[in-house]
């Protein structure tokens, strides 16, 4: 890919740049201590100063400063040049890519400013919202996202209270998602008070709010009433891990997404998604768009591009049909349909093979004869 290889020519300017840096940086010191050493020298009122000099001189000569800096000089200007070489095989006109399609103003605003909100940007989402002359488009959201990041920001101060609060009010619906986010908090929060060595406070905890999941969590609970042993000292127990920070940023991206799962939000902002997807996509798209060009093909009408555009599987969210017999991907006129044997063409191929219905065939994957009313349509 274009973007890739761009990376990677970006990346050998600044290793060769970084390089460039440090073997001037070694010559500069070079020079400027055999001055110093000069100085010294010619301070003092034994020394010769015409012989100091000329010492300096040899000595300056010989480190050859120009020589020694030309030669890393000369490698970051080839690295820059083959970078300038990469950029200019990206095609910057990406409006060859774009298809005309009608949005909702509206809607496109307010993903826009959903994205400032979940991001924390509350002040951003507000002026782009007044910009925009839509006040009431995302209300309801960042208050949502306001409370979200106000219990974020409180557990950054080691402040477990708002998200144990939000836990416990929403407990039936994080155990009808199968998340365990309420133990895990409860899980810090005894390891805090443990740490600070308070062992009748941590048991105290313990039997409180553990009970609840010892039914699923034993292991987990025993290895923690261990941990009793090493009050005020966990850090030189057998437990140790317990206090790595990374415990925290698991239980933090477990609060971000059950939240907004709870509130019907995706846990990536879709315009993020989006836009990275678009970036992956494009490389190609631009490609074929210039062989349609240079065809005086016109693709604004295709319902579907004629070369597969793909994409990391974390930008896949449907299921796609594709028919083994006509090789077209299924839409909404010509549905997948499964046949009684379990193989599953597009209606349109068993339309084709069954003469509209009016005969059985032999499937083409199995020597079932199938009935083309007896097929059922699949939904993805």
């Not at 009050?231 to 140790?240: C, D, F, I, K, V």
């Not at 991907?329 to 997948?336: A, C, I, K, L």
Request: net charge negative; glycine share 4%.
């Amino acid at each position: 890919m274009e973007l890739n290889s761009i990376k990677d020519a970006f990346d050998r300017v600044a290793k060769k740049q970084k390089l460039s840096c440090c073997k001037t940086q070694e010559v500069i010191d070079q020079v400027i201590q055999e001055i110093e050493t000069a100085w010294e020298m010619m301070c003092s009122t034994a020394s010769d100063h015409n012989l100091v000099l000329a010492e300096l001189k040899k000595m300056l000569n010989d480190i050859a400063p120009l020589s020694q800096i030309e030669g890393t000089q000369k490698e970051l200007n080839i690295a820059l040049s083959k970078c300038l070489k990469a950029l200019e095989k990206l095609n910057p006109d990406i409006s060859k890519a774009y298809r005309n399609e009608e949005f909702d103003a509206h809607t496109v605003n307010h993903i826009i400013a959903s994205h400032f909100y979940r991001q924390g940007l509350f002040e951003v989402g507000d002026c782009f919202i007044n910009e925009a002359k839509e006040p009431d488009a995302a209300v309801a959201i960042r208050s949502l996202f306001q409370e979200m990041y106000q219990i974020l920001e409180a557990m950054k101060g080691r402040n477990l209270e708002p998200a144990l609060k939000w836990a416990t009010n929403n407990s039936d619906k994080l155990k009808e998602n199968g998340s365990d986010l309420q133990l895990k908090l409860h899980h810090l929060q005894f390891v805090e008070i443990l740490q600070k060595g308070s062992r009748d406070e941590a048991l105290k905890y313990a039997r409180m709010h553990f009970v609840p999941f010892a039914g699923n969590h034993m292991s987990e609970i025993q290895k923690l009433m261990g941990c009793l042993l090493w009050a005020g000292r966990l850090e030189q127990s057998p437990y140790a891990e317990v206090l790595s920070p990374t415990n925290w940023d698991i239980v933090v991206e477990e609060l971000t997404r059950q939240f907004c799962n709870l509130m019907g939000q995706s846990y990536e902002s879709p315009l993020s998604v989006t836009i990275a997807a678009g970036v992956q996509g494009l490389p190609p798209l631009l490609k074929f768009m210039t062989v349609m060009a240079g065809k005086k093909q016109e693709w604004q009408s295709m319902k579907q591009l004629p070369v597969p555009v793909e994409l990391d599987s974390e930008f896949q969210f449907h299921s796609i049909f594709v028919c083994p017999v006509s090789k077209e991907q299924s839409t909404d006129d010509n549905p997948p349909m499964m046949m009684t044997c379990g193989h599953v063409l597009c209606k349109q191929s068993i339309n084709k093979m069954s003469k509209n219905s009016t005969k059985s065939f032999k499937c083409p994957y199995c020597p079932s004869d199938i009935d083309a009313g007896q097929c059922r349509q699949l939904y993805f």
